[in-house]
């Protein structure tokens, strides 16, 4: 391995040792100088691939469309002691329901997570607009102009996701969707194949 | 036949919290074993005006969302207790429980993918970085007991007295006439909105331009009742009878 190579990998743990939220690809790449955010990806899987080595109690997490340093979860115990509290309190049922539709179908009104929950959600979103989960991205045309909702770059820190693609793709749930939907279109008088077992 | 509510089918559900009707059909649906695309509408109808029954008052401002769909149920029941009409040879008769069924499908769609949020949640809250958010609960408890903090809950009562104070003293320096109202509540909104871009929060009182008609001012706070309604603004107080300060929640557009 050259040596620019390793200075290289020492600048960017250093980068990331330093910053306080995830840095992206493009960014490291434009401080790391003559960096492609292609070489960025390849330095962050040696460096994991050290620490792995050697042993080390952290790691580079890609997330939120950038790369950070976070410990590994077995020492979590430890760090929990550290920390005054308890961190911020898990998010309800009918919070990660409201959430799930919010980041599929985002932007989206608040009468659209009504229908689809059955329930009504005001209470639920003004708690995950104020945990930085869900934010107002702008208003929908036609009457009322009501506000539309989208996911934040937080929310993606919260799950630990990447991007919103590493979410099961809605594609793959709209063929799922797609494939009953047909078993439904099947005339009454003949009963439709038993569906096909698979939950 | 499957439709048949027999006795000895009776779900113990009382107990059970749902967090909403369709919560409750999934549930049903799952605990009878039936087919989705074949649910025994009586069945299911009876189970769920069962449970409605047992609903605490404490649940009860959520009552009328169970009401409105045991009227659905009701109503599926009666449509499918009608003779069917004659069909030509390629025309499909439409399930009565149809719409219900996909709706039913893609509420559970969203649950499964909760589910998957909640394992991340998990997970997550066994990594830590560095200025993560939560960190600085820690620096606090290192550094003493945190300072009182401002209080968060701003009642209807004290904007109505805040705003009620205002008025009093415009009442009191001003000469009284009567205008046009000619300024609706989106175009305040969008003022108040401007303001919190160009200065993160402001006061209350601020929001008031002294020697505005009055009516000017209704039509602010009404606008600003409609942005706390929309969780477009928060308000706190820092104490009782204080200053009420108003932020912006997110980016306002």
Redesign the interface.
């Known amino acids: 391995m050259s040596n620019s190579e390793t200075v290289a990998r020492q600048v960017l743990e250093a980068l990331l040792?330093a910053?306080?939220?995830p840095l992206s690809a493009r960014r490291l790449a434009g401080l790391l100088e003559d960096a492609t955010a292609a070489q960025v990806a390849d330095l962050v899987r040696e460096l994991n691939a050290d620490y792995l080595r050697e042993g080390r109690a952290f790691h580079v997490?890609e997330i939120a469309g950038g790369y950070?340093?976070?410990?590994?979860?077995e020492f979590?115990g430890w760090?929990a002691e550290?920390?005054?509290?308890g961190?911020?309190p898990?998010?309800t049922?009918?919070a990660?329901?409201t959430?799930?539709?919010v980041?599929?179908k985002q932007p989206v009104t608040r009468a659209e997570l009504e229908s689809?929950?059955?329930?009504?959600v005001?209470g639920v979103?003004?708690t995950l607009?104020?945990r930085e989960l869900v934010?107002?991205?702008?208003?929908e045309e036609g009457l009322g102009?009501p506000?539309l909702y989208g996911t934040t770059d937080h929310f993606l820190e919260?799950?630990?996701?990447p991007s919103l693609d590493a979410?099961?793709r809605p594609d793959e749930?709209e063929i799922?969707?797609a494939d009953?939907?047909r078993?439904?279109?099947l005339?009454?008088e003949e009963?439709?194949p038993?569906?096909d077992g698979e939950e | 036949m499957a439709d048949e509510a027999q006795p000895g089918h009776r779900v113990k559900i009382e107990a059970l919290d749902f967090e909403g009707p369709l919560d409750l059909l999934v549930y049903l649906v799952q605990k009878n074993e039936v087919d989705i695309w074949d649910i025994p509408i009586a069945l299911v109808t009876e189970q769920f005006l069962a449970y409605l029954q047992t609903m605490t008052a404490e649940r009860l401002e959520s009552a009328g969302e169970f009401l409105l769909m045991a009227a659905t149920l009701l109503r599926i029941k009666s449509q499918m207790l009608l003779p069917r009409p004659q069909l030509d040879e390629d025309e499909e008769l439409e399930d009565p429980r149809r719409e219900l069924v996909l709706k039913i499908l893609e509420y559970q769609q969203y649950r499964e993918i909760a589910g998957q949020l909640r394992e991340r949640e998990s997970a997550g809250r066994l990594v830590f970085a560095r200025g993560m958010p939560e960190w600085d609960d820690a620096l606090v408890a290192e550094a003493g007991p945190a300072p009182p903090e401002p209080e968060d809950r701003v009642t209807l009562g004290d904007l109505l007295r805040s705003f009620t104070r205002l008025m009093e003293e415009a009442r009191r320096d001003r000469v009284h006439h009567l205008e046009p109202l000619s300024v609706t509540i989106e175009e305040k909104a969008e003022l108040v909105r401007e303001r919190l871009r160009r200065e993160g929060q402001t006061s209350f009182r601020d929001l008031f331009v002294p020697g505005e008609p009055r009516s000017h001012w209704i039509v602010t706070f009404v606008a600003l009742l409609e942005m706390v309604r929309e969780g477009e603004v928060r308000l706190r107080q820092g104490e009782t009878f204080g200053e009420i300060h108003v932020y912006a929640t997110g980016p306002a557009t």
Not at chain 1, 68 to 73: G, Y
Not at chain 1, 135 to 139: E, Q, S, T
Request: avoid cysteine.
């Open positions: 040792f910053a306080e939220e997490q950070r340093l976070v410990t590994r979860s979590a760090i550290l920390r005054a509290s961190g911020s898990r998010l049922q009918a990660l329901e959430l799930s539709i980041a599929y689809i929950r059955g329930v009504a005001e979103l003004k607009v104020d934010r107002i991205v702008g208003r102009r506000l919260y799950f630990g996701l979410l099961p749930l799922l969707f009953r939907e078993q439904a279109e005339p009454l009963p439709g038993a569906a």
